[in-house]
């Protein structure tokens, strides 16, 4: 599990690190709303790509180790403690918009400068990825009941349409 301190403790770390990273999945949408609304497995994070080995040293120097690779898309670190942390390589344009990779090389995932947002978790401010973003990323696949609930809150506070 990723609880709320650990959320915060892994975010002041990798700004110390200098990095720059973004929230999204459960805990963005949680930040999005402004409360924790369940508890969450993992936390979803997306960073500059030309910073993943800051990235990597900083979260191995607090125990964390990789469990996963499916490079370039995504991969995980996992804690003794259970928690993980699905890091999400971006690369940025000059725009402020980024590009991820997708296991189809000619349909990148795409991020408009205007989706980094912020929210808060606890009384912190974060950057976070907008509530049309975490819709546009839970069409294409079969969501969970987790899924449902997460876009309906977020479609309620935001004013958006969940309708398929």
Known sequence: MMPRDDVLSVLALLREAGTDVVIAGGWGVDALLG?????????DLLHRAGEERTVVAALEAAGYTETLDRRPVRFVLSHPSGAEI?????????????????????????Y?????VTGT?????????????QFLF??????????????GRLGEKFGIDTRP
């Open 35 to 43: 409360e924790e609304t369940r508890p969450h497995r993992d936390l």
């Open 86 to 110: 699905d890091l999400h390589p971006l690369e940025f344009a000059a725009d402020g918009s980024a590009l991820q990779a997708s296991f189809d090389p000619a349909e990148p995932f795409r």
């Open 121 to 133: 978790i606890g009384t912190t401010t974060v950057r976070c990825i907008s509530a049309e973003q």
């Open 112 to 116: 408009p400068a205007a989706c980094f």
């Open 138 to 151: 839970h069409r294409g696949y079969e969501p969970t009941g987790r899924d449902v609930a997460d876009m």
